[in-house]
Protein backbone atom coordinates (compact mmCIF):
# COMPACT_ATOMS: atom_id res chain seq x y z
CA UNK A 1 0.00 0.00 0.00
CA UNK A 2 2.97 2.47 0.81
CA UNK A 3 4.27 1.97 -2.52
CA UNK A 4 0.96 2.62 -4.51
CA UNK A 5 0.85 5.82 -2.44
CA UNK A 6 4.33 6.55 -3.11
CA UNK A 7 3.37 5.80 -6.89
CA UNK A 8 0.66 8.68 -6.87
CA UNK A 9 2.86 10.89 -4.81
CA UNK A 10 5.26 10.73 -7.66
CA UNK A 11 2.35 11.36 -10.12
CA UNK A 12 1.17 13.79 -8.62
CA UNK A 13 4.44 15.23 -8.05
CA UNK A 14 4.68 15.37 -12.12
CA UNK A 15 1.42 16.16 -12.52
CA UNK A 16 1.94 19.82 -10.68
CA UNK A 17 5.48 20.19 -12.71
CA UNK A 18 3.61 23.36 -14.28
CA UNK A 19 2.23 24.58 -11.25
CA UNK A 20 5.61 24.58 -9.57
CA UNK A 21 7.18 26.19 -12.61
CA UNK A 22 4.40 29.15 -12.18
CA UNK A 23 4.35 29.55 -8.19
CA UNK A 24 7.25 27.95 -6.92
CA UNK A 25 9.95 28.65 -9.00
CA UNK A 26 9.20 32.71 -8.70
CA UNK A 27 8.98 32.11 -5.24
CA UNK A 28 12.17 30.67 -4.84
CA UNK A 29 14.05 33.50 -6.93
CA UNK A 30 12.12 35.87 -4.40
CA UNK A 31 13.61 33.94 -1.32
CA UNK A 32 17.12 33.85 -2.96
CA UNK A 33 17.09 37.30 -5.05
CA UNK A 34 16.03 39.64 -1.60
CA UNK A 35 18.77 40.25 0.62
CA UNK A 36 16.34 41.60 3.28
CA UNK A 37 12.79 41.18 4.54
CA UNK A 38 10.88 44.16 3.36
CA UNK A 39 6.95 45.24 1.34
CA UNK A 40 8.59 44.90 -1.31
CA UNK A 41 9.50 41.06 -0.78
CA UNK A 42 6.18 40.36 0.49
CA UNK A 43 4.86 42.24 -2.50
CA UNK A 44 6.59 39.71 -4.54
CA UNK A 45 5.84 37.25 -2.92
CA UNK A 46 1.78 38.07 -2.78
CA UNK A 47 2.35 38.85 -6.86
CA UNK A 48 3.57 35.36 -7.56
CA UNK A 49 0.79 33.66 -5.59
CA UNK A 50 -1.57 35.33 -6.86
CA UNK A 51 -0.67 35.24 -10.32
CA UNK A 52 -0.64 31.08 -9.59
CA UNK A 53 -4.36 31.00 -8.61
CA UNK A 54 -4.12 30.68 -5.03
CA UNK A 55 -6.91 33.74 -4.63
CA UNK A 56 -6.34 36.77 -3.24
CA UNK A 57 -7.91 36.41 0.25
CA UNK A 58 -6.02 33.12 0.68
CA UNK A 59 -2.95 34.90 -0.57
CA UNK A 60 -3.57 37.75 1.84
CA UNK A 61 -4.03 35.59 5.02
CA UNK A 62 -0.94 33.56 3.93
CA UNK A 63 0.93 36.42 3.89
CA UNK A 64 -0.54 37.98 6.56
CA UNK A 65 0.22 34.79 9.05
CA UNK A 66 4.03 34.65 7.34
CA UNK A 67 4.50 38.44 8.50
CA UNK A 68 3.66 37.49 12.12
CA UNK A 69 5.81 34.55 12.17
CA UNK A 70 8.60 36.32 10.49
CA UNK A 71 8.72 39.11 13.24
CA UNK A 72 7.74 36.48 16.17
CA UNK A 73 10.50 34.23 15.39
CA UNK A 74 13.47 37.20 14.50
CA UNK A 75 13.72 36.04 11.02
CA UNK A 76 15.89 38.05 8.87
CA UNK A 77 17.44 35.96 6.02
CA UNK A 78 14.26 36.09 3.34
CA UNK A 79 15.40 32.63 2.47
CA UNK A 80 14.19 31.47 5.63
CA UNK A 81 10.95 32.20 5.07
CA UNK A 82 10.52 29.56 2.59
CA UNK A 83 9.95 26.82 5.11
CA UNK A 84 7.84 29.11 7.09
CA UNK A 85 5.37 29.92 4.42
CA UNK A 86 5.39 26.27 3.40
CA UNK A 87 4.27 25.72 6.64
CA UNK A 88 1.26 28.29 6.45
CA UNK A 89 0.16 27.14 2.79
CA UNK A 90 -0.10 23.84 4.78
CA UNK A 91 -1.87 25.07 7.75
CA UNK A 92 -4.59 26.78 5.74
CA UNK A 93 -5.38 23.59 3.62
CA UNK A 94 -5.58 21.58 6.39
CA UNK A 95 -9.29 20.92 7.73
CA UNK A 96 -8.96 18.22 9.65
CA UNK A 97 -9.22 14.79 8.70
CA UNK A 98 -11.34 14.31 5.07
CA UNK A 99 -13.87 12.01 6.25
CA UNK A 100 -15.14 8.98 3.41
CA UNK A 101 -17.57 8.05 6.09
CA UNK A 102 -19.61 6.50 2.90
CA UNK A 103 -17.26 3.74 1.84
CA UNK A 104 -18.41 2.43 5.38
CA UNK A 105 -22.52 2.26 5.43
CA UNK A 106 -25.14 2.15 3.05
CA UNK A 107 -25.16 5.53 1.52
CA UNK A 108 -25.90 7.52 -1.81
CA UNK A 109 -22.90 9.46 -3.62
CA UNK A 110 -24.42 12.64 -5.69
CA UNK A 111 -22.09 14.25 -7.74
CA UNK A 112 -22.40 17.54 -9.44
CA UNK A 113 -20.51 19.50 -11.63
CA UNK A 114 -20.67 21.56 -15.38
CA UNK A 115 -20.22 19.46 -18.32
CA UNK A 116 -16.87 18.78 -19.53
CA UNK A 117 -15.11 18.77 -16.08
CA UNK A 118 -14.43 15.21 -15.90
CA UNK A 119 -17.90 14.48 -13.69
CA UNK A 120 -18.91 11.00 -15.13
CA UNK A 121 -15.17 9.93 -15.30
CA UNK A 122 -14.80 10.88 -12.26
CA UNK A 123 -17.84 8.97 -11.05
CA UNK A 124 -16.50 5.41 -13.32
CA UNK A 125 -13.35 5.68 -10.95
CA UNK A 126 -14.56 5.86 -7.96
CA UNK A 127 -16.67 3.03 -8.14
CA UNK A 128 -13.30 0.85 -10.11
CA UNK A 129 -11.80 2.27 -6.09
CA UNK A 130 -14.99 1.03 -4.48
CA UNK A 131 -15.63 -2.18 -6.25
CA UNK A 132 -11.74 -2.73 -5.55
CA UNK A 133 -12.65 -2.65 -1.48
CA UNK A 134 -15.12 -5.50 -2.39
CA UNK A 135 -18.45 -2.88 -2.45
CA UNK A 136 -21.17 -3.58 -4.00
CA UNK A 137 -21.78 -0.48 -6.11
CA UNK A 138 -24.78 1.25 -8.62
CA UNK A 139 -24.32 4.08 -10.62
CA UNK A 140 -28.08 5.87 -11.33
CA UNK A 141 -27.47 7.59 -14.95
CA UNK A 142 -29.87 11.14 -13.86
CA UNK A 143 -27.79 13.07 -16.28
CA UNK A 144 -30.29 12.50 -18.92
CA UNK A 145 -29.78 16.17 -21.00
CA UNK A 146 -27.69 14.54 -23.12
CA UNK A 147 -27.35 11.40 -24.27
CA UNK A 148 -23.71 10.83 -24.30
CA UNK A 149 -23.41 11.69 -20.96
CA UNK A 150 -26.13 8.11 -20.35
CA UNK A 151 -23.60 6.13 -22.62
CA UNK A 152 -20.41 7.66 -20.95
CA UNK A 153 -21.96 6.29 -17.89
CA UNK A 154 -22.54 2.99 -19.17
CA UNK A 155 -19.36 2.18 -20.81
CA UNK A 156 -17.75 3.40 -17.27
CA UNK A 157 -19.97 0.69 -15.01
CA UNK A 158 -19.35 -1.77 -18.09
CA UNK A 159 -15.23 -0.99 -17.06
CA UNK A 160 -15.56 -0.53 -13.80
CA UNK A 161 -18.04 -4.07 -13.73
CA UNK A 162 -20.58 -2.37 -11.70
CA UNK A 163 -24.46 -1.82 -12.01
CA UNK A 164 -26.24 1.13 -14.25
CA UNK A 165 -29.60 1.83 -13.69
CA UNK A 166 -30.97 4.42 -16.49
CA UNK A 167 -33.44 5.80 -19.05
CA UNK A 168 -33.82 6.79 -22.28
CA UNK A 169 -32.54 10.58 -22.80
CA UNK A 170 -34.90 13.47 -21.84
CA UNK A 171 -36.46 11.33 -19.05
CA UNK A 172 -37.27 12.97 -15.58
CA UNK A 173 -33.76 12.64 -13.58
CA UNK A 174 -35.57 12.56 -10.62
CA UNK A 175 -37.64 9.31 -11.59
CA UNK A 176 -34.02 7.84 -12.42
CA UNK A 177 -33.04 7.90 -9.23
CA UNK A 178 -36.05 7.16 -7.33
CA UNK A 179 -35.67 3.79 -10.21
CA UNK A 180 -32.08 3.75 -8.66
CA UNK A 181 -32.92 3.45 -4.94
CA UNK A 182 -35.21 0.69 -5.30
CA UNK A 183 -32.55 -1.24 -7.03
CA UNK A 184 -30.00 -0.16 -4.65
CA UNK A 185 -32.56 -1.08 -1.64
CA UNK A 186 -33.27 -4.30 -3.12
CA UNK A 187 -30.09 -5.31 -4.40
CA UNK A 188 -28.28 -4.43 -0.91
CA UNK A 189 -26.13 -2.71 -2.63
CA UNK A 190 -23.16 -0.36 -0.44
CA UNK A 191 -22.83 2.75 -2.31
CA UNK A 192 -25.21 4.36 -5.26
CA UNK A 193 -23.26 7.06 -7.19
CA UNK A 194 -25.60 9.25 -9.16
CA UNK A 195 -24.74 11.40 -11.89
CA UNK A 196 -26.51 14.67 -12.59
CA UNK A 197 -26.82 17.52 -15.10
CA UNK A 198 -24.59 20.36 -14.94
CA UNK A 199 -26.43 23.36 -16.85
CA UNK A 200 -24.84 26.24 -15.13
CA UNK A 201 -26.15 28.68 -17.70
CA UNK A 202 -29.43 27.66 -16.52
CA UNK A 203 -28.95 27.79 -12.98
CA UNK A 204 -32.87 28.38 -11.71
CA UNK A 205 -33.97 25.05 -13.41
CA UNK A 206 -30.75 23.29 -12.21
CA UNK A 207 -31.24 23.87 -8.94
CA UNK A 208 -34.59 23.15 -8.67
CA UNK A 209 -33.94 19.81 -10.15
CA UNK A 210 -30.91 18.84 -7.55
CA UNK A 211 -33.59 19.75 -4.47
CA UNK A 212 -36.36 17.54 -6.45
CA UNK A 213 -33.38 15.12 -6.59
CA UNK A 214 -32.70 15.60 -2.66
CA UNK A 215 -36.32 15.14 -1.97
CA UNK A 216 -36.85 11.61 -3.81
CA UNK A 217 -33.52 10.67 -1.54
CA UNK A 218 -34.92 11.93 1.48
CA UNK A 219 -38.08 10.68 1.25
CA UNK A 220 -37.14 7.10 -0.39
CA UNK A 221 -34.10 6.24 1.20
CA UNK A 222 -33.68 8.50 4.78
CA UNK A 223 -31.56 6.12 6.67
CA UNK A 224 -28.60 6.50 3.94
CA UNK A 225 -25.69 8.11 4.20
CA UNK A 226 -25.28 11.17 2.36
CA UNK A 227 -22.23 12.61 0.36
CA UNK A 228 -22.41 15.43 -1.85
CA UNK A 229 -19.45 15.70 -4.28
CA UNK A 230 -18.65 18.92 -6.82
CA UNK A 231 -16.23 18.19 -9.63
CA UNK A 232 -13.86 21.19 -10.66
CA UNK A 233 -11.87 21.23 -13.54
CA UNK A 234 -8.41 22.35 -11.93
CA UNK A 235 -7.58 23.69 -14.47
CA UNK A 236 -9.81 26.55 -15.03
CA UNK A 237 -8.47 28.26 -11.76
CA UNK A 238 -10.36 30.93 -10.40
CA UNK A 239 -13.48 29.75 -13.01
CA UNK A 240 -13.77 26.65 -10.32
CA UNK A 241 -14.07 28.53 -7.73
CA UNK A 242 -16.93 30.73 -8.74
CA UNK A 243 -18.44 27.28 -9.75
CA UNK A 244 -18.32 25.73 -6.48
CA UNK A 245 -19.82 28.70 -4.81
CA UNK A 246 -22.86 28.60 -7.16
CA UNK A 247 -23.08 24.93 -6.35
CA UNK A 248 -22.96 25.58 -3.15
CA UNK A 249 -26.52 27.75 -3.43
CA UNK A 250 -27.95 24.67 -4.57
CA UNK A 251 -26.54 21.88 -2.88
CA UNK A 252 -25.19 20.87 0.05
CA UNK A 253 -21.52 19.89 -0.91
CA UNK A 254 -19.48 18.08 1.42
CA UNK A 255 -16.72 17.19 -0.56
CA UNK A 256 -14.89 18.34 -3.96
CA UNK A 257 -13.23 15.99 -6.69
CA UNK A 258 -10.77 18.66 -8.26
CA UNK A 259 -9.49 17.05 -11.69
CA UNK A 260 -6.65 17.81 -14.68
CA UNK A 261 -4.13 18.63 -12.25
CA UNK A 262 -1.60 17.62 -14.95
CA UNK A 263 -0.65 19.64 -17.45
CA UNK A 264 -2.23 22.78 -15.84
CA UNK A 265 0.22 25.68 -14.42
CA UNK A 266 -3.24 26.39 -12.16
CA UNK A 267 -2.96 24.06 -9.92
CA UNK A 268 -2.76 26.48 -6.61
CA UNK A 269 -6.27 26.66 -7.09
CA UNK A 270 -6.32 23.74 -4.95
CA UNK A 271 -5.05 26.36 -1.67
CA UNK A 272 -7.90 28.77 -2.78
CA UNK A 273 -10.35 26.20 -2.84
CA UNK A 274 -9.93 24.44 0.47
CA UNK A 275 -9.00 27.63 2.29
CA UNK A 276 -11.56 29.94 0.91
CA UNK A 277 -14.73 27.19 0.76
CA UNK A 278 -13.91 25.62 3.77
CA UNK A 279 -15.41 22.27 1.99
CA UNK A 280 -12.46 19.67 1.72
CA UNK A 281 -11.10 18.52 -1.74
CA UNK A 282 -11.70 14.47 -1.08
CA UNK A 283 -10.28 13.46 -4.42
CA UNK A 284 -7.58 14.66 -6.74
CA UNK A 285 -7.47 13.26 -10.97
CA UNK A 286 -4.07 13.95 -11.96
CA UNK A 287 -4.51 11.90 -15.41
CA UNK A 288 -6.31 9.76 -17.57
CA UNK A 289 -5.60 6.00 -16.00
CA UNK A 290 -8.74 4.43 -14.15
CA UNK A 291 -6.30 4.62 -11.35
CA UNK A 292 -5.51 8.60 -11.30
CA UNK A 293 -7.98 9.26 -9.25
CA UNK A 294 -6.88 9.56 -5.65
CA UNK A 295 -7.54 10.64 -2.42
CA UNK A 296 -6.85 14.09 -1.49
CA UNK A 297 -4.51 14.82 1.58
CA UNK A 298 -3.45 18.43 1.66
CA UNK A 299 0.52 17.45 2.94
CA UNK A 300 1.49 15.50 0.18
CA UNK A 301 0.03 18.12 -2.18
CA UNK A 302 2.02 21.24 -0.49
CA UNK A 303 5.15 18.29 -0.57
CA UNK A 304 4.52 17.46 -4.29
CA UNK A 305 4.05 21.33 -4.94
CA UNK A 306 7.38 22.03 -3.51
CA UNK A 307 8.89 18.69 -4.62
CA UNK A 308 9.28 17.73 -1.02
CA UNK A 309 9.06 13.79 0.35
CA UNK A 310 5.79 12.38 1.10
CA UNK A 311 4.61 11.92 4.40
CA UNK A 312 4.78 8.87 6.14
CA UNK A 313 1.67 7.14 6.79
CA UNK A 314 0.63 5.63 10.61
Given at each position: ????K?????????????????????????????????????????????????????????????????????????S??????????????????????????????L???????????????????????K????????????????????????????E????????????????????????D?????????????????????????????????????????????????Q????????????????????????????????????????????????????????????????????????????
Open positions: MEEKKGFFARLAAGLSKTRENIVSGMDSIFSGFSSIDEDFYEELEETMIMGDMGIQTTMEVIANLKEKVKAQHIKDPECRQVLIDTIREKMDLGENAYEFENQKSVVVIGVNGVGKTTSIGKLADQLKAQKRVILAAADTFRAAAIEQLAEWARRAGVLIAQKEGSDPAAVIYDAISAAKSRADVLICDTAGRLHNKKNLMEELKKINRIIDKEYPEAYRETLVVLDGATGNALAQARQFMEAANITGIILTKLDGTAKGGIAVAIQSELGIPVKYVGVGEKIDDLQKFHSADFVNALFQREPEETT
